[in-house]
């Protein structure tokens, strides 16, 4: 696989992020050839538009400043790898199961794991599969 492909698809990457900081949510979506986040290889998966903007509404709703800053990023074959810390201040509701925790002013910040598959030969995503313990954001809250 060309270097440069692999320069483009880390850059689609970093794009990728940059816009989800910014709500460019149309930017977001224009990353990818079809929208899908899998959680934490195992949990929801928000498959297709529709499904992937809920998630960028639910997801945003308790952490408007949600950012990210990346520690480090490669590429291998169709997957860029990215390491990076997860911010943001808890300023909305945050649903937790059947509950609803109302905002704490508390901020976090979490050293997660991303994995982006793309399409073979292209430079369009297919599927971002964030990898995090979600327990370290709440302990962060101070929410039990």
């Known amino acids: 696989m ?9 850059e689609t990457v ?10 460019d949510w149309d930017g977001v979506i224009a990353t990818f050839d079809h929208p899908r986040y899998e959680m934490n290889g195992y949990g929801p998966v928000f498959d297709g538009e529709d ?3 809920g998630y960028f509404a639910a997801s945003r709703t308790p952490f408007p400043d949600q950012g990210n800053e990346v520690i480090a990023i490669a590429a291998d ?18 649903k937790a199961g059947d509950r609803v925790i109302a905002p704490t002013g508390r901020s976090f910040r979490v050293r997660i794991a991303a994995s982006f598959e793309f399409k073979p ?3 369009r995503i297919v599927c971002e599969r964030p990898y995090f313990d979600q327990g370290a954001v709440f302990k962060a809250l101070g929410i039990g």
């Open 2 to 10: 060309g270097d440069d492909l692999q320069a483009r698809r880390i």
């Open 14 to 23: 970093k794009r990728h992020m940059a816009l989800e900081i910014n709500h």
């Open 51 to 53: 499904a992937v903007r």
């Open 77 to 94: 074959g169709d997957t860029v790898l990215v390491e990076f810390w997860l911010t943001g201040t808890h300023s909305g509701p945050l």
């Open 121 to 123: 030969g292209t430079d």
